[in-house]
């Protein structure tokens, strides 16, 4: 059983799946879900946590894969997708769908306060620090500090927040 904050905003056009293995979806209070927003469980079994006052646009993607911690204050602009998974591909002889996953890189956390543009891609295994800035159209993964500014192909820090 997902916990929705009576206190957030969901749009009646979001789309936000319950788990068959008992994982969750946790929305605090003041949080906006816009439509188009579509929360899937698949590829682990982590929960999906957003902290209050967050901020989702139409047409973010998040699977719950390894797990997925999004901080107080995040604004997440349209068409991102968080993907804390991973499909399992090495042995040629058997199709990537019998693979299933590889093993988890940690999930995805996001600190408070950051903002991530349209477009972006988080991948398993990423922590954005506190204030952390994201340009549109990134694809990240690892670890960043907080109040970096990071965009580019591939991503890199830009400049810190003042």
Excluded at 114 to 128: M, P
């Amino acid at each position: 059983m997902n916990e929705i904050s009576a206190l957030a905003k969901v749009s009646p056009l979001a789309d936000i799946e319950s788990s068959v293995r008992g994982n969750m979806v946790r929305v605090a209070d003041h949080v906006t879900v816009d439509s188009f927003v579509k929360i899937k469980f698949a590829g682990g079994g982590g929960d999906v946590e957003i902290g209050a006052h967050a901020y989702l646009n139409s047409g973010v993607v998040i699977y719950s894969g390894n797990g997925v911690k999004i901080g107080r204050g995040v604004l997440i602009a349209a068409n991102t997708t968080l993907a804390p998974t991973n499909h399992e591909y090495r042995e040629k002889a058997r199709s990537i769908i019998d693979q299933r996953f590889m093993p988890s890189r940690g999930g995805i956390d996001i600190g408070d306060d950051c903002w991530i543009g349209a477009n972006c891609v988080l991948l398993d295994g990423t922590r954005l620090g506190m204030g952390t800035v994201v340009g549109a159209g990134t694809v990240i993964k690892g670890h960043w500090p907080d109040y970096a500014v990071i965009a580019g192909s591939p991503a890199r820090i830009i400049k810190y927040r003042e």
